[in-house]
């Protein structure tokens, strides 16, 4: 004789039958996300990537002549701000990157 299970034991091994609008409502949204979570560090870093180049540009162009002894204090603060920026943008370029 074979022993007997109780209703809760059935319903436990039981294979759950998932919903399937709401499993396909769960999988569209996840894959939404996670292309737009793509597409926007994408976005980040060419951003970044076009900030740490214009703010590099400006800050060679503002401490080269400094350097050379041709410019003024105006220049050297405008480079060295410029100079932070980009440094910043690389960084967060390497932070995206790295994450």
């Given at each position: ?9 059935e ?10 609008d709401?499993?396909?409502e ?26 740490a180049?214009?703010s590099?540009?400006?800050a ?10 041709s ?15 980009g ?5 967060r370029?390497?932070?995206?990157v790295?994450?």
């Open positions: 004789m074979a022993p007997e299970t109780s209703a809760d034991e319903s436990r091994d039981a294979p759950l039958a998932p919903d399937s709401a499993t396909y769960l999988v569209y949204r996840a894959t939404r996300d996670a292309i737009w979570d793509v597409l926007g560090t994408a976005t980040l870093i060419l951003f970044y990537l076009a900030l180049a214009i590099l540009s400006i060679f162009a503002g401490l080269g002549p400094y350097l050379r002894g410019a003024s204090y105006t220049a050297l603060a405008v480079g060295l701000v410029a100079l932070g920026v440094f910043f943008a690389v960084y370029v390497f932070r995206l790295t994450e």
